[in-house]
Structures are given as C-alpha cells and as structure tokens.
C-alpha cells in the first residue's frame, strides 16, 4: 500500500460523499414510492410496470452505497485503482439507464443530469489513479513507518 498522495483522490472522496449523501435521499424516496406503485401502474401505464422501476432504484443504491464505502476507504490506495474503476464503470452505466427513467416520468430537466456527473467524476478520478498505478506501479514501495 502506498503513501503518496495519488491525483484521483480528491474527485474519488469528493463524488463518495456526495453520493452517499444522495443514496440516503435516493432510499428515503423511493421506499415510498414502491409501496405506492400500484397507482402509478393505473395512472400513468408504460411498458414496464413502476415498482420495477423502483426496485431497480433500490437495487442501484445499494450498489452505490458499495461503490462509496469502497471510493471512501481506497481513494488513496493505488492497488485498488482498477477496482475503482471497474465500480465507477458500472455505477455511470446504471447512472445513465436511470436518467433515461427519470425522463420518461419526469420529462427533461437539466437537473437530472447531477445524477450522471457524480458517478462520471468518480469515474475520471478512478482513471487518473489507474494510469498513476500504470506508470509508477513497480516503482510503489511502502514507506516504513516513522520512528519516534
């Protein structure tokens, strides 16, 4: 594990806490709604029935809740780089199918896109620390710990 202060850090910890700030919204809305979905079935009809929808809401705030535990604790770390990665990938993806969702219902809305851009920063900050780790991976030696 490294010392060094890796340059993705700040865009990692900073979208985390915001995220995880926005999961906790994100469940506290959604529970709600699932539990009135069968009106929303009758109101407004689409192809895909709305509990679904917020399921898969659900689904997706405990991936994100994961996905920011894990952006907290090895933003630093330049060994779980690719990890990062790999959960900011998908987190952008599922971030993405979930905007289209929210303009189905909600019609456009330039606020909408703040869900896409959190998961898309912690997906440029996982790519910086990745490359970090691709160019100076070998070279990444603990340092020893201080004597006093």
Do not use: Q
């Not at 979930?98 to 996982?126: K, Q, Y």
């Not at 691709?134 to 004597?147: I, M, Q, R, T």
């Amino acid at each position: 594990m490294t010392r060094t202060r890796l340059p993705g850090r700040t865009f990692i910890l900073a979208a985390s806490i915001i995220l995880l700030a926005g999961v906790v919204i994100n469940v506290i809305t959604s529970i709600p709604m699932l539990i009135s979905s069968a009106h929303w079935d009758a109101v407004i009809p689409i192809f895909i029935p709305w509990r679904y929808l917020y399921i898969f809401v659900l689904v997706t705030s405990a991936y994100t809740l994961y996905m920011c535990i894990n952006g907290i604790k090895f933003c630093n770390i330049a060994e779980k780089a690719n990890a990062l990665f790999v959960l900011g990938t998908i987190s952008t993806f599922t971030a993405a199918i979930i905007l289209v969702f929210n303009i189905v219902a909600l019609g456009f809305n330039i606020f909408l896109f703040f869900g896409l851009f959190l998961p898309f920063l912690f997906l440029i900050g996982a790519n910086k620390n990745k490359n970090y780790y691709d160019e100076h991976g070998s070279n990444l030696v603990e340092s020893p710990p201080k004597e006093m």
